[in-house]
């Protein structure tokens, strides 16, 4: 028994190192060339913003789209209300009687005879049925975008033809906190494995609080109509569907310029619930490296606290596979967030390295276990799925 632990968490740590240090191989050749685009050949871009209950958010988020330096009169922002049950509808139409690029819409969700399996993804819908431009931009009410997220946009659909664009989101700092802490190192770590996934064009992510995609293209997929019947994850099965159909043309901003902003959870609680929100999507992905992925991570948190617990009732017999495990995954996540830090600049986050990772061990295997045995779960004052 004391050979097969320590063969079975060597198997494991290599395997989760090995992942790794291809992530960081993929994202080291990964690229961002800057271009400009000729003032005739600037395209009308359409933002959308599902927006429910957000009245502490959509302000800061609508100031920051109206202070874009691409032209006012080549894009348009659609906020639509995903029936809101505070005074977010009031507050947007307050911007859009003194914006002329702004639009308020509510969501036709409910005016449809079918069971709405994702309100947000009906509210994204109804903005882009009634979006003008060519290129549609997504992003979240929580979020804050930079002044040149547009023309960032815009200078790769042009520039490299592309039909799918991911951006970068980081988690706001203006309160660190460990728990505040904990969230920036993971969604920077997330970053880079995002970008490596693009670059290598397997394990493909995508966050839909910055994300970019072609109308046209999106129309003539069939737009959401074949999703799997899930709540969350819409992102993740677009960017699976533009780049089943078109796998050339999907591109990752690896650049400053393109960083969205998102806010924090403060409380454990609704950490959790989001965590489980997210991964209540994974089993219906059909890319198996992205489950092998992710089954790896699962299985060494989980081997980690379970050789912990034994170490405890038998020292001499498991704690030495205890201790090669946790190390191979501290030395794997220190190689990932150090070049999560050193590009997105969150030099801050150092100090919460240790306690965040094992923070991480936890929560992966508590998150994994729960989206599997639990997959419903609450959402804004909704039970879903």
Same mark, same amino acid.
């Given at each position: 028994?004391?050979?097969?632990?320590?063969?079975?968490?060597?198997?494991?740590?290599?395997?989760?190192?090995?992942?790794?240090?291809?992530?960081?191989?993929?994202?080291?050749?990964?690229?961002?060339?800057?271009?400009?685009?000729?003032?005739?050949?600037?395209?009308?871009?359409? *933002?959308?913003?599902?927006?429910?209950?957000?009245?502490?958010?959509?302000?800061?988020?609508?100031?920051?789209?109206?202070?874009?330096?691409?032209?006012?009169?080549?894009?348009?922002?659609?906020?639509?209300?995903?029936?809101?049950?505070?005074?977010?509808?009031?507050?947007?139409?307050?911007?859009?009687?003194?914006?002329?690029?702004?639009?308020?819409?509510?969501?036709?969700?409910?005016?449809?005879?079918?069971?709405?399996?994702?309100?947000?993804?009906?509210?994204?819908?109804?903005?882009?049925?009634?979006?003008?431009?060519?290129?549609?931009?997504?992003?979240?009410?929580?979020?804050? *975008?930079?002044?040149?997220?547009?023309?960032?946009?815009?200078?790769?659909?042009?520039?490299?033809?592309?039909?799918?664009?991911?951006?970068?989101?980081?988690?706001?700092?203006?309160?660190?906190?460990?728990?505040?802490?904990?969230?920036?190192?993971?969604?920077?770590?997330?970053?880079?494995?995002?970008?490596?996934?693009?670059?290598?064009?397997?394990?493909?992510?995508?966050?839909?609080? @910055?994300?970019?995609?072609?109308?046209?293209?999106?129309?003539?997929?069939?737009?959401?109509?074949?999703?799997? @019947?899930?709540?969350?994850?819409?992102?993740?099965?677009?960017?699976?569907?533009?780049?089943?159909?078109?796998?050339?043309?999907?591109?990752?901003?690896?650049?400053?310029?393109?960083?969205?902003?998102?806010?924090?959870?403060?409380?454990?609680?609704?950490?959790?619930?989001?965590?489980?929100?997210?991964?209540?999507?994974?089993?219906?992905?059909?890319?198996?490296?992205?489950?092998?992925?992710?089954?790896?991570?699962?299985?060494?948190?989980?081997?980690?606290?379970?050789?912990?617990?034994?170490?405890?009732?038998?020292?001499?017999?498991?704690?030495?596979?205890?201790?090669?495990?946790?190390?191979?995954?501290?030395?794997?996540?220190?190689?990932?967030?150090?070049?999560?830090?050193?590009?997105?600049?969150?030099?801050?986050?150092?100090?919460?390295?240790?306690?965040?990772?094992?923070?991480?061990?936890?929560?992966?295997?508590?998150?994994?276990?729960?989206?599997?045995?639990?997959?419903?779960?609450?959402?804004?004052?909704?039970? *879903?799925?």
């Amino acid at each position: 028994m004391f050979f097969g632990g320590i063969v079975l968490s060597f198997v494991l740590g290599l395997s989760y190192l090995y992942i790794i240090v291809s992530y960081l191989k993929n994202w080291r050749y990964l690229k961002f060339v800057p271009s400009k685009n000729n003032l005739e050949n600037i395209p009308f871009i359409s *933002v959308v913003v599902a927006a429910r209950d957000e009245e502490k958010n959509i302000i800061h988020c609508i100031q920051s789209l109206l202070n874009q330096d691409y032209p006012i009169d080549k894009f348009e922002i659609l906020i639509v209300d995903d029936f809101s049950t505070d005074n977010t509808a009031e507050l947007v139409k307050k911007f859009e009687t003194s914006e002329t690029n702004l639009k308020y819409l509510s969501s036709t969700a409910k005016r449809h005879e079918k069971i709405v399996v994702s309100y947000k993804r009906e509210a994204i819908q109804t903005g882009i049925n009634a979006s003008k431009g060519q290129y549609i931009l997504l992003t979240d009410a929580d979020c804050i *975008v930079p002044p040149s997220w547009i023309t960032t946009f815009s200078e790769q659909f042009i520039k490299e033809d592309c039909v799918f664009i991911g951006g970068p989101v980081v988690i706001s700092d203006e309160k660190p906190s460990l728990l505040t802490s904990f969230q920036g190192l993971d969604m920077i770590g997330m970053m880079v494995i995002t970008g490596a996934g693009y670059q290598s064009g397997n394990q493909l992510l995508a966050n839909g609080a @910055n994300m970019g995609f072609s109308k046209q293209v999106f129309n003539e997929l069939g737009a959401y109509t074949q999703f799997p @019947n899930k709540a969350s994850g819409d992102d993740m099965f677009l960017l699976h569907h533009f780049h089943h159909h078109h796998p050339k043309s999907i591109r990752f901003l690896k650049t400053l310029s393109a960083v969205v902003v998102t806010q924090p959870e403060y409380a454990i609680k609704s950490l959790l619930r989001q965590r489980i929100r997210w991964a209540s999507k994974n089993n219906a992905y059909k890319e198996m490296k992205i489950n092998f992925s992710l089954s790896v991570l699962f299985m060494v948190s989980l081997t980690i606290i379970i050789l912990g617990v034994l170490s405890i009732l038998h020292t001499s017999i498991f704690f030495p596979g205890f201790c090669v495990l946790y190390i191979f995954k501290m030395f794997s996540d220190y190689l990932l967030q150090r070049e999560a830090i050193r590009f997105f600049n969150k030099r801050t986050l150092e100090k919460y390295f240790f306690l965040s990772q094992n923070i991480h061990t936890l929560y992966i295997a508590w998150v994994g276990i729960m989206a599997s045995l639990f997959p419903f779960y609450y959402w804004k004052g909704r039970k *879903v799925r």
